[in-house]
C-alpha cells in the first residue's frame, strides 16, 4: 500500500506561479515512474509530465517550456514547478505512481489538489 498526497494549490492570477508537492509513504520515489496529472471539468484526464528514476522527464507539449518535475528520493517528494501559469491550466492536479514490474503493474493516484488561474 502507497499512499500519495498532495499540496499547493489554490488561487493564481495569469502569469503567475505555483509549486504542487507530492509526498509519498515509504520509499517509493527510488522504484517508481512518478508523474503528475490533471483534469478540468468537461475533459479527460491529462498527462502533464513525468519524472523516471535517475531525471530523465517527459513534459505533455501544453505545458512544455513552462511546469517543470522534480524529485527527492531521499524525502519521498516529488515536485511540480508551474510558472507563466494560464487559464487553460485550471484543473484538479493529481500526483501519480506507476511501476510495471515483472509484468505486474503497481499504479497509485493522490487525491488531487486544485489550481485555478484567474484575474
Known amino acids: 500500500q502507497v499512499q500519495l498526497v498532495e499540496s499547493g494549490g489554490g488561487l493564481v492570477p495569469p502569469g503567475g506561479s505555483l509549486r504542487l508537492s507530492c509526498v509519498a509513504s515509504?520509499?517509493?520515489?527510488?522504484?517508481?515512474?512518478m508523474g503528475w496529472y490533471r483534469q478540468a471539468p468537461g475533459t479527460q484526464r491529462e498527462r502533464v509530465a513525468r519524472?523516471?528514476?535517475?531525471?530523465?522527464?517527459v513534459y505533455g507539449d501544453s505545458v512544455k517550456g513552462r511546469f517543470t518535475i522534480s524529485r527527492d528520493n531521499a524525502k519521498n517528494m516529488v515536485y511540480l514547478q508551474m510558472n507563466s501559469l494560464k487559464p487553460e491550466d485550471t484543473a484538479v492536479y493529481y500526483c501519480?505512481?506507476?511501476?510495471?514490474?515483472?509484468?505486474?503493474?503497481?499504479?497509485?493516484w493522490g487525491q488531487g489538489t486544485q489550481v485555478t488561474v484567474s484575474s
Open positions: 501519480n505512481a506507476f511501476r510495471n514490474y515483472l509484468g505486474v503493474r503497481d499504479e497509485y
Open positions: 519524472i523516471f528514476n535517475g531525471g530523465p522527464t
Open positions: 515509504g520509499s517509493i520515489s527510488s522504484t517508481y515512474v
